[in-house]
């Protein structure tokens, strides 16, 4: 108890003394009743008058044992403060304290460059999203959890397990130490690749898959091919090396298309880009008189097919609007078309509108596949931010020729958009 003697000469380890038996000249062992001493207490203020260093340490020692804003038991234990003081002191001397500030900031600055190559932050400016646990945008950022800077997840994420029956006794043999060692040493090369995979989830942005995505889609499609095949090799060459990489090959795909354009403007005998603004619009009419003579002699062949024709007036009627042939022309082939699928009484054509009845009658296939196969295009759709035909062919096993006007179909119908 508070205060007590401490010898000056004797230690270590240090030696106490009660007051009674310091009144006694109590002496044990080295000790003499005339060594030099010193009075031990904490009954001083330190930050406040009103408050002892013997408060303080209370102080801490309560608001570790109960939390941080639970005053009332911070209180209750302290039993000499009030719920107020408490609380009032502790947010003046230990949180607004600019001493003490300073000195937390100092710690979280080195807390955070010891992390800083295992902790994925989002960037500064963004504000990461919080996704409910195995939601769509759960999926996609891997089980990612941006409030903690981890995933839910590890790559090898048992790797640990190696360890757990592990125990290093003096009375291993040489043999059994170096197993030991052995996989030890495997964990921690599990680790380092642990680390390097998300040294490069973290330098390439891969987090933001979504907004990765849109910045992908903003280059041709040629380009696009391009940087889906260099991807692989973006680990090696690092972020930055590996954007100027792609944007270098973008310039040089634009300049090679528009040194093509002089060339074609330089073959007709075009030296002004007013004359070359003519020459394009000129270029653009003949090309769209060419498609209709084209469909003309198409239609002409099947005069005598009613069926022919009338798939052929729909044909044209959706390129006026500005669509894509929505109905393909019959082949000359002389091999008999499959009538249209009778769909009455078959589940799932109530779920259909018209245009849709009509597609599922058109390439024969019964409403309930057709709706299991528009739900599975969406939701890839809506998970990838778009849908190319190889995709849509992957995640649909049937026919491709049937495939394609499914995703035609979905396409000019809005319910999904090309990637």
């Known amino acids: 108890m508070e205060p007590y003697i401490k010898c000056a000469e004797c230690g270590p380890p240090p030696f106490f003394l009660c ?17 030099t ?25 309560a608001v570790m044992d109960c939390g941080f804003g639970n005053w009332q038991d911070v209180a209750n234990q302290m039993c000499t403060k009030t719920k107020e003081e408490c609380e009032k002191h502790y947010m003046k001397h230990f949180i607004n304290n600019p001493l003490f ?6 710690l979280k600055q080195a807390e955070e460059a010891k992390t800083a190559d295992t902790a994925i932050p989002f960037h500064s ?16 950022m891997a089980g990612y959890m941006p409030a903690r800077a981890d995933f839910i997840e590890e790559f090898d994420n048992y790797a640990e397990w190696d360890l757990r029956d592990i ?4 009375d291993d043999s040489d043999i059994l130490h170096a197993l030991k060692m052995a996989v030890v040493d495997i964990y921690h090369s599990r680790l380092k690749e642990r680390q390097r995979r998300k040294k490069i989830i973290r330098d390439h942005g891969l987090i933001n898959l979504r907004k990765f995505q849109l910045m992908e889609r903003r280059y041709p499609k040629e380009v696009q091919d391009l940087y889906e095949t260099m991807r692989r090799f973006a680990r090696i060459v690092g972020p930055v090396e590996h954007d100027k990489f792609i944007e270098s ?7 090679r298309r528009e040194i093509k354009r002089l060339q074609e403007y330089r073959t007709a005998g075009i030296t002004n880009f007013c004359s070359a603004r003519t020459y394009d619009h000129l270029k653009k009419t003949r090309e769209e008189e060419r498609l209709k003579r084209t469909m003309l002699s198409e239609v002409l062949q099947y005069i005598q097919d009613s069926s022919a024709c009338q798939q052929w007036l729909r044909r044209q009627a959706d390129i006026d609007s500005g669509l894509s042939p929505s109905v393909p022309m019959a082949s000359n082939s002389g091999r008999r078309s499959a009538p249209p699928l009778n769909l009455t009484g078959l589940p799932g054509t109530e779920k259909l509108n ?6 599922c009658q058109m390439v024969r296939l019964v409403p309930g596949a057709y709706l299991e196969y528009k ?5 890839e759709c809506n998970k990838q931010g778009g849908l190319r035909l190889a995709q849509a062919r992957a995640l649909i096993k049937i026919d491709v020729n049937k495939t394609r006007k499914i995703y035609d179909f979905l396409i000019r119908e809005g319910h999904i958009t090309k990637a």
Not at 167 to 170: G, L, S, Y
């Open 19 to 35: 007051l009674q038996c310091f009144t006694r000249g109590f002496e044990y062992k080295k000790h003499q009743s005339d060594h």
């Open 37 to 61: 001493y010193e009075i031990m207490t904490s009954d001083f203020p330190v930050l406040d008058p009103s408050w002892t260093a013997q408060e303080e340490m209370a102080l801490l020692e």
């Open 101 to 106: 500030a300073s000195t937390l900031l100092n």
């Open 125 to 140: 400016a963004d504000d990461p999203p919080r996704p409910t646990f195995d939601s769509l945008l759960s999926r996609d």
């Open 167 to 170: 125990d290093f006794v003096e």
């Open 249 to 255: 090959h973008a310039l040089e795909f634009e300049l």
């Open 354 to 359: 018209e245009k849709e009845k009509e597609l």
């Open 375 to 379: 739900s599975a295009l969406l939701n």
